[in-house]
């Protein structure tokens, strides 16, 4: 045991004097490409992770709330909406209840016919639900009791010039322009435009919003039904206690939260990210692997008669082995902490520049385990690579090795 120790003592000696006396120029190259391989390899798996939290914010923001009420299996709306809703806005957890009327129509202007989602909301309880308040780019949100006046969303309005737009469009509508809307019933209205809004969330942006004054003038009596109402928790609340607290109160309608919503689509997303991230993680390796490798390599065969002048002093190959292990560990714990040196700054710089791509902001999301892990990897495959061309050179004979 103490035979072990002093040689582990020694290898470690001797591995720090050769990164001394060695030339700095390449221990700062090597340094640096194992914190740009450690970089990478934390990098893409961030940006993929960032474009999932996207996607879950924008779903919970813009489309069902932490918490979604559907009606009950083969049927088509919620009834007594008023009970209802007094009863989830009474729910322990539960900030705001809004009610959807989705009736559906087809808009119109200046010769263009655009089928699509038409939801009658109450905006005082939407803002409180949904974001989509806070995201007019042209003209204003609904105000309580309008009537005549439509919201609509992005890629509903367009672009003049149609091929600009990623999906079917009205052309080009601004606030104040009038558009006509044919409704599933049959009512045909005019509308001035009262608002653009643009959350960039594909689903979000092509609905567009009524009050539900606006749906009880159109259907000609009072509305006490919905086709869906979501539910925004209190901040810190778990979505999945309030299902179960309004579960618990007896409501019959199906209760999900956002991840009931998303549901076996949303896990094999992730499961196929999952899959591009372990890729770009083995390639990363190999990369760093090779690197080292060929960097002990070189070293090894340049310390050649070295090595085999510490042989002949009586110092065990595995000692000598052992101090080369020691270089590629202390280069892997430099070049790590380098690479966590620029993964905090390239958070910092996300944190107020993210990437912007058509669906959303998204900042690159760096958790803990990720960088444990991927370092954890990079530790041991640079221990490998390192320990293989040491173990090479140290098992030749002495003279062999003596003669260079």
Known sequence: MNETVIRLKLSFFL????????????LVMTVVIIGMVFTNMIFLPSVITGAINLFVEQTIEYQSGDVLIQPKEDVEVISDLEDLLARVNRAPGVLRAAPHNNIGGVMKFKGSRLAGSVIAIRPRDEVLVTGVSGKIRDGEYLGEGDTGVIIIGNYVAGHKDKSEDLMPSLGGVRAGDSIDVEFTNGVVRTYRVKGVFETKSYMADQSVFITWEELESIRGQKVDEATEVLVRTVPGEDAEEVKLSLTGMGIQEQIKTWHDLLGKAFAQVVQSYGVINSISTIVSIVIAIVVIFIVIMIKTLNNRRQ????????????TITYSYVFQVILLAIMGIFFG?????????YFAVYPIRFPDGD?????????I?????????????????PAWLI?????LTAMRG
Not at 381 to 388: D, E
Not at 394 to 398: F, G, L, N, P, V
Request: proline share 2%; hydrophobic share 55%.
């Open 307 to 318: 090595i085999g002048i510490l042989k002949a002093i009586g110092i065990h190959r595995t």
């Open 340 to 348: 966590m040196l620029i993964l905090f700054a390239m958070d910092r």
């Open 394 to 398: 140290a098992r030749e004979e002495i």
């Open 15 to 26: 591995g720090l004097r050769s990164l001394r006396r060695g030339s700095i120029g390449s």
């Open 372 to 388: 444990v892990t991927n370092a954890i990897l990079l530790f041991v495959s640079s221990a490998i690579a390192g320990f293989i």
């Open 362 to 370: 998204i900042r690159p999301a760096f958790t803990l385990a990720d």
